[in-house]
Nanobody, 127 residues
Framework: QVQLAESGGGSVQTGGSLGIFCAASGYPYGSGCMGWFRQAPGKEREGVASIDSDGTRTYADVVKGRFTISQDNAKNTLYLQMNSLKPEDTAMYYC?????????????????????WGQGTQVTVSS
């Protein structure tokens, strides 16, 4: 059974930094695509970043240069380091896995390709 568990969310002031984590189990981690998504109250879910099995990363324009996605295959863990946080980054952050998606198809712009989702971790940025 595939399980994704996010952690590390919390509250931070504008301009601060926060790292969130996603522990994966139940499938051969590192064999496909992983992504971070977020959803703010009253807004649609949006893709934040993705990382492929070969380490290729993509980012949404609104986070590019501020967020960094990475993974540790030995620890079955996905990370998102968030710097220069803004109030508009406030949202529930979800990790997702697409074990059978690779290459150019690996993108957080295509949430439909992700097969498994975590329960989310809240990130709140105060002004």
């Amino acid at each position: 059974q595939v399980q994704l568990a996010e952690s590390g969310g919390g509250s931070v002031q504008t301009g601060g930094s926060l790292g969130i984590f996603c522990a994966a189990s139940g499938y051969p981690y590192g064999s496909g695509c992983m992504g971070w998504f977020r959803q703010a109250p009253g807004k649609e879910r949006e893709g934040v970043a993705s990382i492929d099995s070969d380490g290729t990363r993509t980012y949404a324009d609104v986070v590019k240069g501020r967020f960094t996605i990475s993974q540790d295959n030995a620890k079955n863990t996905l990370y998102l380091q968030m710097n220069s946080l803004k109030p508009e980054d406030t949202a529930m952050y979800y990790c997702a896995a697409a074990p059978w998606t690779w290459g150019s198809r690996c993108s957080a712009a295509s949430p439909g390709l992700f097969n498994y989702w975590g329960q989310g971790t809240q990130v709140t940025v105060s002004s």
